[in-house]
């Protein structure tokens, strides 16, 4: 079936420098996409959201990216903050589900930041 | 604060002995879904209610169930879980409708299988 996945399982960056966590996602009927991201032990947290008729959403030193072209998603964090270690999760679905069809996750890709 | 609560944290079953997860939410959101999550994978849609509405994932297997008695509240029933079923539980909520499928999601109950 299709699926939505990431490029890399792991990713290290030093303390201060930015991040950006690529996915890739093969559902072209999907139309809305999420950023989850989860610290050991606990559920997903959300961290920002973007429609299909978008390419570019900011939020609080978190940018999302979407180009449909190629079907790709990114994650930017600035100033990455040792708080940001976690595994983050893109997640997509439809719209046209009555706005409740459930989610599919990519993969996760784990962030380690260095001191 | 509006959350989502699910108890318990942990829960440790016998193999093919049958345990109830629940959940919680104060938020008043239509929709509440079931995930599960094995060790580092992602979590995975079992089902989900929309209001009364129930929604099965195809790939669910008929050994878990669910139950929503009222708006707040939402049960998983797993009736002879396996070696396999062990795994992390997530529940989630979302307003649906033009507001989205946003989840909101619970800390999860962790399900061992003995």
């Known amino acids: 079936g299709e699926s939505v996945g990431l490029h890399l399982p792991t990713l290290s960056v030093q303390e201060g420098d930015n991040s950006i966590i690529n996915c890739a996602y093969s559902?072209?009927?999907?139309?809305?996409f999420i950023w989850y991201k989860q610290e050991s032990g606990k559920g997903p947290q959300f961290i920002i959201d973007?429609?299909?008729?978008?390419d570019k959403r900011q939020g609080q030193r978190v940018t999302v990216l979407l180009n449909k072209t190629v079907k790709h998603l990114s994650l930017q964090i600035a100033a990455t903050q040792p708080g940001d270690s976690a595994v983050y999760f893109c997640?997509?679905?439809?719209?046209?589900?009555?706005?409740?069809?459930?989610?599919?996750f990519g993969k996760g890709t784990h962030l380690i930041i260095q001191p | 604060d509006a959350m989502v609560i699910q108890n318990p944290r942990y829960q440790v079953t016998q193999f093919g002995k049958p345990v109830t997860l629940s959940c919680s939410q104060t938020?008043?959101?239509?929709?509440m879904y079931w995930y599960q999550q094995k060790s580092s994978q992602a979590p995975k849609l079992l089902f989900h209610?929309?209001?009364?509405?129930?929604?099965n994932e195809a790939d669910t297997p008929d050994n878990f169930q669910s139950r929503r008695p009222n708006t707040s509240f939402c049960f998983l029933d797993i009736r002879s879980p396996g070696l396999g079923d062990a795994a992390m539980y997530l529940c989630?909520?979302?307003?649906?409708?033009?507001?989205?499928?946003?989840?909101?999601f619970g800390p999860g109950t962790r399900l061992t299988v003995l």
């Open positions: 989630a909520t979302s307003r649906g409708g033009l507001a989205g499928p946003r989840g909101f």
């Open positions: 559902n072209s009927a999907s139309d809305y």
């Open positions: 973007i429609r299909s008729n978008m």
């Open positions: 997640a997509e679905t439809r719209m046209s589900g009555g706005g409740a069809d459930g989610l599919t």
């Open positions: 938020l008043n959101h239509n929709v």
């Open positions: 209610y929309y209001d009364k509405d129930f929604n």
